[in-house]
Each structure stands twice: as C-alpha cells, then as structure tokens.
C-alpha cells in the first residue's frame, strides 16, 4: 500500500481484505471502505481474502451453483432458473431477462461511492478502469462479470485523495448480524457546509450485477439541505427504475428505507459501529 502523488492511496491487489481494514491510513482516510470491508464475510475469511479476488468474487444465487439447473451465467444459452423460481436475494436494478443475480461483494460497493479506480494489466500493457465500470450489467452476456479481458489481471486499487471522514456510513442489511451477504446495503458519504450537501456520494449493495451507483441523482442532493425530504426524493429518484419479482419486491423498499437512514446517520456523522473491529 503506497500514498499517490495526488494525495490519494494505492493499494497492491494481494493486500489481505483484513489488513487493508485496519491499516491506519485507510482506518483514518476511507473510514466508509473500512466499515464496508468489516461488514463482509468473517474475521477469518477476511484475513485471507485479497483485494483483486474480492473484486471478482462471483454471484451467491444458488443456481449459479447447482449444476442440475439452467443458468445462463453458468451456461450461456440454458435459461435463468432464478427469474421463476427462488429469487428472495436477487437484483432488482439493472437486471436482464437473462440474469437477475447480484453481486455479492462488500468491499466494491465503498470502493464504486469513493470513485476508486481499477488498475489491470496484460499483454497489451496497463490500464485504469473506473471501479463503477468494473464491473458489467448482465444483458444478454451474464457469463462475464467484469470488463476484464481474460489475459489481465487486477494489480492494484487506487483510491483518490477525498475520503469523506466525518459524514460517512456503510448500512449493511442482511439476515443475521454477521456471516451474511447484503439484502442491501449502502454506502453514503457527505460533504457539508453547514446544513448544505456539497458533494454526495451514495452506492447500493445486494441490488444489481454491479454496485450500483447513479452520478445524477448524487447531483440532485447537492445544494440540498441535509434533511430526510431531500433524503427520501434521492432514495426515490435512485430506485425510480427497481423492478421486484416474487420473492425479491420487499427489497425496493427496503433499499429506500435503507438510503434515507444511511444519508441521514452520515448527516449527523453516527456511522454504523464498527463491532466486528474488534473481532480479529
Ligand atoms: C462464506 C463466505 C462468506 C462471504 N461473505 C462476504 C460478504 O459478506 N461480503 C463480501 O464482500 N465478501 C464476502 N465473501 C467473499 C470473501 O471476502 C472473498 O473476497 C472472496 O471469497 C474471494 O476470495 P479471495 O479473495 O481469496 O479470492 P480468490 O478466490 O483467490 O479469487 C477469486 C477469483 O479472482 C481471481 N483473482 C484473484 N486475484 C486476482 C487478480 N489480482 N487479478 C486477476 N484475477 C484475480 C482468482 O483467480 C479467482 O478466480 C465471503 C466469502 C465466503 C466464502
Ligand atoms: S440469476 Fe444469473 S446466476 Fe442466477 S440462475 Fe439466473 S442466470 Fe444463473
């Protein structure tokens, strides 16, 4: 892990998920991606997991997993299993009739709020690919999750100098405290001056093929007063286009109730604790 010349940070894609947590410049400067790393998997599993393998952890639907049914991510060709059958954790923002799973990771949803920049190289030499570009929605080509050509590989992440410190949260909400992947979860940061938001950044988890994050409704809370009105037409605005099936509809709403808790504990800078800190 290296500070850039910009005042920002790059961290090497082998950096254990555990130690990138607890290192004192993240812990100090991106206070959300440290909240959002602790939130993920378990103290043990964190400790092993590596930066670029969290990038490209693959979806946790089931039947991406059992071999006995159709998936067209497992598959090409075969059929979505998940748009009829048990669907309770899956997307509901940017889904295709090919795919509806969602990406699982924790850590990218920080990464995509804090405009984090994907480092890869290949034979074709480097390039820098935005975190919110990383990763793909699932139209009619669900097999590929990212935009990584098959001959690169991830080196590093790099993180630019703004970290949002005071208002920030990470609100992960999922069926058991811990051990758990989000039904959803948020990533909200704020630059205030006095009440006024002056920079917004706000990502979803548990939601879509990719952290979804929407540049135009961040520009509809700047300039807001920081209060739930403003909160609730953001949340209403980023979900505007949400699509429910059987068993996954709660989470529209929950994802919009989630929004206006997650901006409204960064306004007041009452981030998530941390209780799995201290669990190491
Ligand atoms: C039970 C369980 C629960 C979990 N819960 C959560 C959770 O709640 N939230 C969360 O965010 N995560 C969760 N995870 C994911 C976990 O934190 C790891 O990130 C994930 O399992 C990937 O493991 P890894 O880092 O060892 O990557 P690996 O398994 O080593 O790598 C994953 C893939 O990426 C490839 N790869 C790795 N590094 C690179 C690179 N630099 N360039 C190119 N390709 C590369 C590997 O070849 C492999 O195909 C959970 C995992 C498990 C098993
Ligand atoms: S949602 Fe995607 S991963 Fe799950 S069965 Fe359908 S195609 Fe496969």
Redesign the pocket.
Known sequence: MEETAEGGLRIG??VP?SDLAYHPLVAQRYPMLAS??L????AQ??N???????????TRCAYFYDTATPCNKRTPGSGCSALTGINRIHAILGTSDACIATH?????VALAALAATVH?TGPKGERHIGLVDFHRLPGNTPERDTN?AAD????AIELPATGFVKNYTYL?I?DRLS????LVSVAAALELEGDTIKEARLALGGVAHKPWRDLGVEALLRGQTAKREAFMHAADALLRDAKGRAHNAFKIDLARRAVVRALTQAARATPQSQSSKKVR
């Open positions: 894609a082998l998920n959002a790393i939130a993920g998997a378990s599993l964190r092993m997991a590596s930066t670029g393998g969290n990038l490209l952890q693959r699982p990771s924790d850590m990218c890869v990584l690169e590989i991830i080196t992960k999922r051990y758990a992947f989000a």
